[in-house]
């Protein structure tokens, strides 16, 4: 029977120091052999104190020798990094995979810690191998745009790719960009990377491949590496507009691109820039740019000023109510200029002023005369000159999104949104946000060309783009389901419609609380010459409207402005003139009290906030 004090503990014979503990051993055999009573008890564990000890009996005079000390070979002390180690370069877009343990490194070896600044030859190749080559993995196949140029060196057509980056080269070359100056000590180089790009036509086949350097302007300076950079370009509006008065006036229409057009603007900064990849000889040598580059904070800018320096000295004058708009008259006729960065559209009724406006552009600048205007900025330009007829559409782009998002196939809808369907915001979403907003992306760039029926739609899915949720998605599969069945729609302007239909002529409405978050109401308004829409706008209004009427005229206002916006650019043009003298813009409306409020603007206490 076990004693309830325990007993003291003595050493050993023969040992002045107290025996160790026995460490843990698997469980004993039922029985245990008879313990000799000259040998004293171990000590048990204040739990298994009154029961059976299950660990073998240690038996005088065995010692048990202490455990060899193991450390772990991963927690050694190793020198600080340098702030420019390679190893901060690498991420898991680039690693290259390497062999378990090294190959000069011997199973369960520690690593050998390098010396304070010195880079390990296996990191050097991940540096060179990190540079420009941050790609997600997937396969490559011709029909798709490398993203590095290391991609566009391994794929089947990368002898094309090497002509287009020649071509880019000679560009330079030609334009006198740059200066191959050593590398500055006390100034910061911008990094550079290829973009490539597959232009494509109308009907989807390979035109050209382009190659473009671009600089990394997010590592320029503000106040030293550059200061403005706003740079305007001409509206859609604007280019809708007179290809409305193209059709009307049977006017002739040319396209026209500007190869390298950043490149001939002038910069007043002092910039130094890497050599691009595939072209790097020496790495103590960079550029100093002599004039833009595409992706410079004020490259676009600086092209801008080159263009209107060069079309004043043609003569024309640039538009007050549209600054990417040029216009001149030579002898009674009329010559138009749109420019879009580097795409231009020209407008006359003479084809012999045309030609002779590209002659002497291409003495300025180099440019490819693209013939009579049939694809522009992602819209396609089918005329009937017979008919004065003249089609504009996206069918293509619209092609392309449904098989981009994975919804050619699906079954088509009516219409874009479901009736009386309103939408809550969540707190957290319930889908991926960065595809909801890549597919949103693709519907808007098309609502803003050619289809004014998806613009309410697209205005209301664009308020929960930040958190969407299920039914949110639903509602945007249900935009591109109506896509579907709507793939050959476009606007049609008809030169031969009356001068009641020709005219500028706006309706406007409103939808009154439209929004069940907020309680705000939403705009709508579109415009039509040339019995097409020219212009619309659905977007959501910025104050609480108390009541339809205030919406309404709310609206209505919004549509006045942009009336008096489009009358502004056909004063410019002669337009009004010619076609409406004395007569003002047509504003359809269906609301009796807005339009009494408009004619008669009683002061009373339910429109004194409005006056405000």
Known sequence: ????????????PGHDEPRPRSPPAPPAEPRDPPRDPSIPRILLPQSNRGRRSAAPRIHAPYHIPAPEIRRNPARLRVPPSRD????????????????????????????????????????IA??????????????????????????????????????????????????ELFDEVGRPRNRRVVKCKWVYRIKRDSLGNIVKYKARLVAKGFTQVEGIDYSETFAPVAKYTTIRLLLALAAKHNWHIRQLDVKSAFLNGDLDEEIFMEIPEGFREQVDLVWRLRKALYGLKQASREWYKKVHEVFNEFGFTRSNADHGLFYKKIEGTLIVVT?????????????????????????????????????????????DRERKIITLSQRQHTIDILEKHGMADC??????????????????????????????????????????DIAFAVGVLSRHAACPGKVHQDALCRVFRYLRGTVDRALVFDGNAGDQIGALQGYSDADWAA???????????????????????????PSCAQSSTEAEYIAMASATKEALWIRTLFEELSEIATDSPGRGTLLLIDNQSAMALAKNAAFHDRTKHIAV
């Open 1 to 12: 029977a076990h004693s309830q004090h325990a007993e003291p503990f003595e050493p050993a």
């Open 84 to 123: 420019d180690d390679p190893k901060y370069q690498v991420s898991s877009y680039n690693r290259r995979p390497r062999a378990a343990g090294g190959e000069d490194r011997q199973a369960g070896e520690a690593p050998v810690p390098a010396a304070v600044g010195a880079i390990a030859e296996d990191e």
């Open 126 to 175: 991940d540096k060179q191998d990190a540079v420009g080559d941050e790609r997600a993995n997937r396969a490559s196949t011709v029909g798709d745009e490398p993203l590095s140029y290391a991609e566009a060196m391994s794929r089947p057509d990368a002898e094309m790719w090497k002509a287009a980056m020649a071509d880019e080269m000679s560009q330079f070359v030609q334009t």
């Open 339 to 383: 420019v879009y960065v580097d795409d231009m559209l020209l407008f006359s009724p003479d084809i012999t002023f045309l030609d002779h406006l590209e002659t002497t552009m291409e003495e300025k600048w180099e440019i490819s005369r693209l013939g009579n205007a049939s694809f522009i900025l992602g819209m396609e330009i089918a005329r």
């Open 411 to 452: 079954r088509p809808a009516p219409t874009p949104m479901q009736q009386n369907l309103k939408l809550e915001k969540i707190a957290t979403p319930e889908v991926d946000v960065q595809a909801y907003q890549s597919a949103l992306g693709s519907l808007m760039y098309l609502m803003l060309g050619t289809r004014p």
């Open 515 to 541: 929004d069940i978050n907020d309680r705000r109401s939403v705009t709508g308004h579109v415009f039509l010459v040339s019995n097409a829409a020219v212009s619309w706008v659905s977007k959501k209004q």
